[in-house]
């Protein structure tokens, strides 16, 4: 039943009320990894209209909640990285899964400024939702 309530705390984190108290709790270290008690049923191509939604969706959120701050290089251009791949978990109800790259990097030369990885989850036939968000440092070389 582990599994079960995860995904209830996700749920409720999405829908529910007490968002605040579930924030830390339910911080994946790292999202592209299945967790423990994930079970990997299979994966699925995401359409081009529904890639395109969730552009969208982490877009909005990253400009509300990620990307407040002024002063943001105006030479920088926003680019989007969307995995293909679809994890689809098995319980109650099934849970999609994906993880979106969002960054800025400089116009001129193509580097890459700063980089974020979305979490987007999807709970049976509800709308995409931003789970997590987090900074990814950049490459040193």
Request: negative net charge; aromatic residues 12%; charged residues 25%.
């Amino acid at each position: 039943m582990q599994k079960h309530s995860f995904f209830a705390q996700i749920r409720r984190r999405l829908f529910g009320e007490d968002v605040g108290a579930l924030a830390d709790t339910l911080l994946i270290e790292e999202p592209e990894k299945p967790l423990e008690d994930e079970y990997i049923q299979g994966t699925e191509v995401i359409q081009l209209a529904e890639q395109l939604q969730m552009i969208r969706i982490v877009d909005e959120h990253t400009k509300q909640f990620v990307f407040t701050m002024k002063g943001l290089d105006p030479a920088w251009v926003k680019g989007f990285v969307l995995q293909n791949e679809i994890f689809v978990t098995q319980g109650e109800e099934p849970v999609y899964r994906s993880n979106m790259e969002v960054f800025y990097q400089d116009g001129q030369t193509g580097e890459k400024k700063m980089t974020y990885q979305a979490n987007l989850i999807r709970f049976a036939d509800d709308s995409w939702r931003v789970f997590q968000v987090k900074g990814v440092m950049p490459s040193s070389k």
